[in-house]
DNA sequence: TGATTATGTTTACACCGTACACATATTATG
DNA sequence: CATAATATGTGTACGGTGTAAACATAATCA
């Protein structure tokens, strides 16, 4: 099949859509050998191509990062969002989980993670497209405080900011997962995902006494 | 001065410490460029000697940017003391300042934030002394979140999982931050410093419903 | 003083990002 | 259909990078 297919932008004339299989190299390499292994190079022999070629579909390096990244965003949005279970749970619980969900989305992809937060592209001069997938992924978290807050699950207050509080949380403990960068009492001391839930729960409860006592 | 001291193993003999040198000009050279610009032979011609010269001092690049993690970490830990005034205050405050100190640390040395955290350096096989840095830098915060819970001000609990919330919440904030990758209605809304008081307000006194309001 | 060690230089190699000129396949246009 | 324009890929080239090896020299030690 798909031998007559002129008319279709999306795979290109010659190698039949280099500008994904870039990607999906630049992936491998960013797994098995971290950022240091991503390069254009590389990338284009995996693909197959000459090494100049992957300049006709990415300005240079960055872009390529970029475009990973905006993936990654992609794929984080998608497990955040899968992370609220169908029937609509205590928005407590709900937060919990996306947290979780937050977590292994980085244990399970560290390279992801690399490329989207490891300041390998300098999001400030990034395409509109990266900074829209990154909005998207934390705004799945601010429409469930929202949502919460509106509920009355959550204390009245500036959503922003708590959601911020949230996900700072989660992503700072991400990353320090990910880097390997835990103190040594917590490194290994509980499952990744018994301390997150730990971490919710403080958020949600307070640490400061005089707060209630957290439920479960 | 100092024509005659050949018996100070601190610098050494011809070129004066050079290895103090490297690690000057890689922090320079980091903070000028950022993660890409730092590379061993352009810190041995910053440091006046030819570009093998560095690996006399330093087994590797990874040896050199461990090399200037651990200065960071000294440099964090120090701003994390020097965050509590020297009249005891309350804890909570006392939590807040040294988060604010986190945060503006970040700020001011987004170059060590990258080298420390940003995956540059593979922590589980740097040296040791680098993980005893950042050890000692989390220990700051933890030994005041023991010190809370044992004066009653914090909730009675797990030190380590409430000083890791805190930890995280920060370390979260402080990377997006640095990294420009706060969603848009936070980017420039408040300072840094408002929104991290915020946080911690919000870890402080949790953002469940039905816990105390918060008291400022 | 002579040997050893610490430190620095030179040379060399493979790899990298990227620019440029060129080739070719597709598409558009007369 | 012929031909021009464009999209895509190749080859070559240049400067920069990490790092290894051989060599040179300065400091220290026996």
Redesign the pocket.
Same mark, same amino acid.
């Given at each position: 099949m798909a031998i007559r297919? =002129? #008319? #279709? =932008?999306a795979h290109? &004339?010659?190698?039949?859509?280099?500008?994904h299989a870039l990607i999906q190299a630049g992936l491998r390499l960013l797994s098995e050998g971290g950022v240091a292994?991503? @390069?254009?190079?590389?990338?284009?022999?995996l693909a197959?191509? @000459?090494?100049?070629? =992957? &300049?006709?579909?990415?300005?240079? #390096?960055?872009?390529?990062v970029a475009a990973i990244a905006e993936e990654g965003f992609a794929l984080l949005t998608a497990a955040l969002q899968a992370s609220t279970p169908p029937t609509p749970a205590a928005f407590a619980k709900r937060l919990a989980e996306m947290a979780v969900a937050y977590v292994n989305f980085a244990l399970a992809h560290p390279a992801y993670l690399r490329v989207i937060f490891g300041g390998v592209v300098d999001k400030e001069h990034a395409p509109q497209s990266l900074r829209i997938a990154g909005e998207t992924a934390y705004g799945v978290l601010r429409t469930l405080v929202a949502d919460g807050v509106a509920a009355g699950a959550f204390r009245a207050g500036d959503v922003d900011e708590m959601a911020l509080s949230c996900w700072s949380m989660v992503h700072g403990f991400g990353m320090l997962l990910s880097d390997r960068a835990l103190p040594p009492p917590l490194c290994e001391a509980v499952t990744a995902e018994a301390m997150t839930r730990s971490l919710v729960k403080h958020l949600l409860g307070g640490i400061e006494s005089g707060a209630p006592p957290t439920k479960s």
């Open positions: 297919v =002129p #008319k #279709k =932008p290109a &004339y010659q190698h039949g859509n280099l500008r292994n991503l @390069s254009l190079r590389a990338a284009a022999q197959g191509v @000459s090494h100049a070629a =992957p &300049y006709r579909h990415f300005a240079d #390096k960055e872009a390529l």
